[in-house]
C-alpha cells in the first residue's frame, strides 16, 4: 500500500442521509480501498458510554456492524459517529484500575532507559485522559503534558486547589488531537519549546478515523530523533480470546500489525520495534520514529505470524462471527436460568465492553440487579439500553449477590481479591462462558 495510493485529505466516508450523528464508511480509512466486506452484525444498540439518569432512559441505538478491508486486512466499524457526542463528557477514569497504573510505571521505566539526551527528558501523552500515565513520568523527573478533549476532565475540575500537590499540576490542553491541534501548540507558551522526546498514544489511535491527520500532528510535535509509542488492542487477542465485548461505537478500528506498519511507514514514521502485553485483553505496543532506528526482528515475526495464521483470509473471520453468536446465546440462557430459579446476580464494573456485552445479549435490570463500579462519575446512573442501576461497592454487602458477572473481566483477579469475602460464585463472560467459586 505504501507508496502506491494517496489518503484522502478528509474523512473517507459519506455522510448518512439525515443523520447528522454518524456517517457511513465507504471505503477503508487506512488505504482508501472499497473492498469492504462485512463479517459481524452485532444489531442497533446505543453508545456503550452514554449512561443515562433514572429520570431520562432512553438512548438512541446505532448499528454495530465490522468490516474487513480486502486490501490492507483492517478490520473497521461500518459507521463513525460524531466524537463530539462519544468524548466531550467521558465517564472512563484511568486510574481506577491498579493494574493499569503499574502497567504505566512500567512503561515510564521503559522510555526513561531508551532516552539518550542531554537535556530533561520531554514526554506528550495523547488522550491523557486523568494523567494517569503523565503522573509516572512525571514520578521520573520526565516534562510533562496531556492533550484531552473531554471537558469533564480539566484539571481545575480534578483537584482540591487547597490541597493541591506537585502530582496534580500537569498542563494539559482540552482539545482533539490532529494536526491542527498540534500547529496551535507549537505558539502556545508550553515549555520547553522543543520537540518532545516522546509521545505516547495508549488505546487512543483505534478511537480515530482521520488516521492521517492523526499522523501529521505527530511529526510536528515529535524531536527529529524522537519516538512515538502507540498501544492499540489487537485483533489476534480479540478473535483467539473471543472478546466481541470489546466492539462498540468509539473503537472504529480493530488492527492487525500489518496496516499499521503500512500506515505508519506511508506517513513518515517507520515502526522500528512491536511488543506484545496482556493489559486490556492483549495489546500491541508500538515503537515509532521518523529517526531511521535499526529495524527489530519482532517486526517481521509479527507480520509472518498474522500470515501464517490466517488472519488474511476472509473465511478466519466468519468462524469468528459464529462463535460470536453461540457465545451470546450461551449467557442469555444462563442468565435467563438464574433469574427464572431465583439467584440473584450483580454486575462488576460498568465498563464499555460490558455494557456492549449485556445489550448484545440483550440483559436489563430483570436479570443483573445492578452493577458495582468505583468510578464515583458513574455512580447513580443507569446502563444505556439494558437501564441497570450502576452503584458503589458498598452496594455488594447491601444486595449479597448469589452470583457476580465479572464485566471488566480483563482485570479478573483484581476484581476477585476485592470481593472474595463475599462467598458469590463469580461469571465470566469471556473468552468463554464459565461460572467458578
Known amino acids: 500500500m505504501a507508496g502506491e495510493v494517496s489518503p484522502l485529505p478528509h474523512y473517507p466516508f459519506n455522510p448518512k442521509r439525515g443523520m447528522m450523528d454518524f456517517k457511513e464508511v465507504t471505503c477503508c480509512r487506512i488505504c482508501s480501498s472499497n473492498r469492504l466486506e462485512k463479517y459481524l452484525d452485532l444489531g442497533k444498540v446505543p453508545l456503550a458510554n452514554a449512561l443515562v439518569l433514572p429520570t431520562n432512559k432512553y438512548s438512541k441505538v446505532y448499528p454495530l456492524e465490522v468490516l474487513l478491508c480486502g486490501d490492507c486486512a483492517l478490520s473497521q466499524l461500518s459507521i463513525v ?55 509516572e513520568f512525571g514520578n521520573l523527573g520526565f516534562g510533562v503534558l496531556g492533550v484531552e478533549p473531554a471537558k469533564n476532565l480539566d484539571m481545575f475540575e480534578r483537584i482540591d486547589l487547597d490541597k493541591v500537590t506537585v502530582d496534580d499540576l500537569i498542563p494539559v490542553v482540552n482539545r482533539f488531537w490532529s494536526e491542527q491541534t498540534a500547529l496551535d501548540m507549537l505558539t502556545m507558551n508550553i515549555r520547553p519549546n522543543r520537540g518532545r522526546d516522546f509521545i505516547t498514544a495508549q488505546n487512543i489511535l483505534a478511537h480515530v478515523n482521520d488516521v492521517y491527520d492523526f499522523l501529521k ?141 449485556l445489550n448484545y445479549a440483550s440483559m436489563d435490570s430483570r436479570y443483573i440487579h445492578s452493577i458495582v463500579d468505583e468510578t464515583p462519575a458513574k455512580q447513580g446512573k443507569l446502563t444505556p439500553g439494558s437501564n441497570i442501576p450502576i452503584v458503589d461497592f458498598s452496594h455488594f454487602e447491601k444486595v449479597s449477590p448469589d452470583y457476580l458477572l465479572l464485566l471488566a473481566w480483563n482485570f479478573e483477579e483484581e476484581l476477585r481479591r476485592k470481593t472474595s469475602h463475599l462467598k458469590a460464585k463469580y461469571i465470566i463472560p469471556i473468552p468463554d462462558l464459565k461460572v467458578s467459586n
Not at 539526551?117 to 501523552?125: A, E, H, K, M, Y
Not at 491523557?128 to 503523565?134: F, H, K, R
Not at 519516538?227 to 492487525?256: A, G, M, R, W
Not at 529495524?295 to 460470536?324: C, H, L, M, W
Open 217 to 357: 500532528g505527530v511529526k510536528h510535535q515529535l524531536d527529529k530523533k524522537g519516538i512515538f509509542v502507540v498501544e492499540v488492542p489487537y485483533l489476534v487477542d480479540l478473535f483467539t480470546k473471543n472478546q466481541f465485548d470489546t466492539i462498540y461505537h468509539e473503537h472504529l478500528s480493530y488492527f492487525l500489525f500489518k496496516p499499521l506498519k503500512e500506515l505508519f511507514e506511508f506517513n513518515g514514521l517507520p515502526i522500528f520495534k512491536v511488543e506484545h502485553y496482556d493489559i486490556h485483553g492483549g495489546s500491541l505496543r508500538l515503537y515509532a520514529s521518523p529517526c531511521p532506528y535499526e529495524i527489530d526482528p519482532s517486526v517481521q515475526r509479527q507480520i509472518d505470524f498474522e500470515k501464517s495464521n490466517g488472519y488474511f483470509n476472509f473465511e478466519t473471520y466468519k468462524q469468528f462471527a459464529e462463535r460470536v453468536n453461540q457465545s451470546r446465546k450461551d449467557l442469555t440462557i444462563l442468565l435467563k436460568s438464574l433469574y427464572n430459579g431465583g439467584q440473584k446476580v450483580m454486575g462488576y464494573g460498568a465498563s464499555a465492553k460490558g455494557i456492549s456485552l
Open 81 to 135: 459517529i460524531n466524537p463530539e457526542i462519544l468524548y466531550t463528557d467521558y465517564p472512563y477514569r484511568s486510574s481506577v484500575s491498579e493494574t493499569f497504573k503499574t502497567h504505566c510505571k512500567n512503561l515510564a521505566l521503559i522510555l526513561k532507559s531508551m532516552y539518550q539526551g542531554n537535556n530533561f527528558p520531554t514526554v506528550l501523552d495523547i488522550a491523557s485522559n486523568d494523567n494517569c500515565l503523565l503522573k
